[in-house]
């Protein structure tokens, strides 16, 4: 059975960098079948969707964060990573890995959805 | 990139229907076949209920199913059951490679 767990430190201080772990197990990451991605929530609010990366090391951000986001893949330790620069308060929020099935649409193949959910990891900014 | 636009609440009694919407524009909903709906229950990650618009993943009940007209998507749960109460959060590609999330709903069953 997949299974996705976030995991780096829960607090960081303003101006630095956030960086996390999504390790997978019960599955390749290395698999073509399937895109693997990031999404946030701030405390009491809505899902944002951060960005998502391909086995190959093809990767796609939310253009409101791609000025302050990295993303990357390490398939010999079946893991993908995320950082996020420059944090605020506004970074403050559970972080979730996600995986997401290769489907077809009119621009080409993408992962459109997510099917399986690590269980989060709660990152607060504060000094 | 605005997030969808769904109602805040909605409520409904054991064994009622309820709908929630999902708006957006013909750049994501109205432009693609590719809307998701998500079941957060507090303090869990949230869960696949209905992808690409009206498909089901394995294990989910009937009793929710998915619509689109225009720009605007649709979840319908019928049978309202007490543990459906959840945030219910659509999410549509966007194009270019982009996916984009509505603000969450809230279903109070009564």
């Known amino acids: 059975q997949l299974q996705l767990q976030e995991s780096g430190p829960g607090l960081v201080k303003p101006s630095e960098t956030l960086s996390l772990t999504c390790s997978v197990s019960g599955g390749s990451i290395s698999s073509s079948s399937y895109y693997w991605g990031w999404i946030r929530q701030p405390p009491g609010k809505g899902l944002e969707w951060i960005g998502n990366v391909y086995y190959s090391g093809n990767i796609n951000y939310n253009p409101s964060l791609t000025n302050l986001v990295t993303m990357s893949i390490d398939t010999s330790k079946n893991q993908f990573s995320l950082k996020v620069t420059s944090v605020t308060a506004a970074d403050t929020a559970v972080y979730y890995c996600?995986?997401?099935?290769?489907?077809?649409?009119?621009?080409?193949?993408?992962?459109?959805?997510?099917?399986?959910w690590g269980q989060g990891t709660l990152v607060t900014v504060s000094s | 990139q605005s997030a969808l636009t769904q109602p805040r609440s909605v409520s409904g009694s054991p064994g009622q229907s309820v709908t929630i919407s999902c708006t957006g524009t013909?750049?994501?909903?109205?432009?693609?076949?590719?809307v998701s709906w998500y079941q957060q229950h507090p303090a869990k990650a949230p869960k696949l209920m209905i992808y690409d618009v009206y498909k089901w993943p394995s294990g989910v009940p009937h009793r929710f199913s998915g619509s689109k007209s225009g720009n605007t998507a649709s979840l319908t749960i019928s049978g309202l059951q007490v543990e459906d109460e959840a945030v219910y959060y659509c999410c549509s590609y966007a194009g270019s490679f982009t996916l984009i999330f509505g603000g969450g709903t809230k279903l109070t069953v009564l």
């Open positions: 996600a995986r997401l099935p290769e489907t077809y649409t009119r621009d080409g193949y993408y992962g459109l959805y997510f099917d399986n």
């Open positions: 013909s750049s994501d909903v109205g432009g693609y076949d590719h």
